[in-house]
C-alpha cells in the first residue's frame, strides 16, 4: 500500500496488534470479573507478555504469550489475586506415593 492511499484510508495514523493466537498454551489467565486494570502486572513483567488495555480500567492483553518465563510475578503482584499461571504440561510434574495416594508436586 502506498503512503497517499494509507493516508486516505487513514492506515497511516493508526497501528493494529493482535494477539498471537497459534500459541498452544496460554501461560496466565486473567479473571475479568476481578481485575480492576491497575496495570501491575504489566509493569512488573520483564518480557512484556502484557500490554494495557487502551480502555482505562479493563484487564490487560496477553498480547505475546509466547515469551512467558513461567517466573509468577505477575501473579505476586497482582492485587486481586485474579491471575492464574498455566504452567505447560511438560512442567506439571507430580508424584504419587503408592502407599498413601497423596500427590506431591516438584
Ligand atoms: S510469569 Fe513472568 S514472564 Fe510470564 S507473564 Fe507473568 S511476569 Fe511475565
Ligand atoms: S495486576 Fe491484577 S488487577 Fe491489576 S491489571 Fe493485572 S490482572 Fe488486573
Redesign the pocket.
Known sequence: MNEERMKKDGAAEKCYAFPNSPTPGM??VIDETRCTGCNK?VT????D??VANPEKGKPPIVMYPE?????????GECPEECLT?RHPLMMRVHFKNKETGDIKRT
Not at 44 to 47: A, F, G, M
Not at 67 to 75: K, P, Q, R
Open positions: 501461560p496466565v502486572c512488573i513483567c520483564t518480557t507478555v502484557f515469551e512467558c518465563w513461567y517466573g509468577g510475578c505477575c501473579v499461571m
